[in-house]
């Protein structure tokens, strides 16, 4: 006579073992899709942190100045004796401080962000402040002074 009690633990035993891989893998895939979506979420702040950071750093600075004077290369930003020159250059946003009526260079300063590209539009009333950073545009309106 055959032992069929054997036979049917064997059998359950392997279902069992069987829907334990299942779910192991399941959980693997779900983690691995997680890790995925949190490292491209990761990025994505990186840049719009640093773009959003370098506009806030510059309409501050506007707004906080006497007097606004908009160049080629960047920005000269006149406050009592001192002016700050804020320029982009070889892949960063650089500021300087100078005596006012001295030579503005725009060479040398402090590198403040790392974005690609700076332009400051001026009209009559507002100046648009355009960020490059990682191939990304960001931009923002801030109204001139009183």
């Known amino acids: 006579m055959k032992n069929y009690k054997n036979t049917a633990d064997t ?3 392997v279902g069992s073992m069987m829907l334990f891989l299942l779910f192991a ?3 693997m895939m ?8 949190y490292s491209r979420i990761s990025d994505n702040y990186g840049t ?3 773009a959003l950071a370098s506009i806030r750093y510059i309409s501050n600075k506007i707004k906080s100045s006497d007097t606004v004077y908009i ?3 960047g920005m000269i930003l006149e406050s009592g004796a001192m002016a700050n020159i804020i320029y982009c250059s070889g892949g960063g946003l650089y500021e300087k401080t100078v005596a006012v009526n001295s030579e503005y260079d725009v060479s040398g300063g402090e590198k403040i962000f790392d974005i690609d590209g700076m332009t ?3 009209t009559e009333e507002l100046y648009t402040i ?3 950073v990682s191939g990304e545009k960001h931009s923002a309106i801030v109204r001139k002074g009183m």
């Open 120 to 122: 400051v539009d001026e």
């Open 48 to 50: 719009d942190f640093t």
């Open 30 to 37: 779900i983690i691995a899709a997680a890790a995925g979506s």
């Open 11 to 13: 059998i359950s035993t």
């Open 25 to 27: 893998v399941c959980m």
């Open 130 to 132: 355009t960020v490059n």
């Open 71 to 73: 160049t080629d290369k």
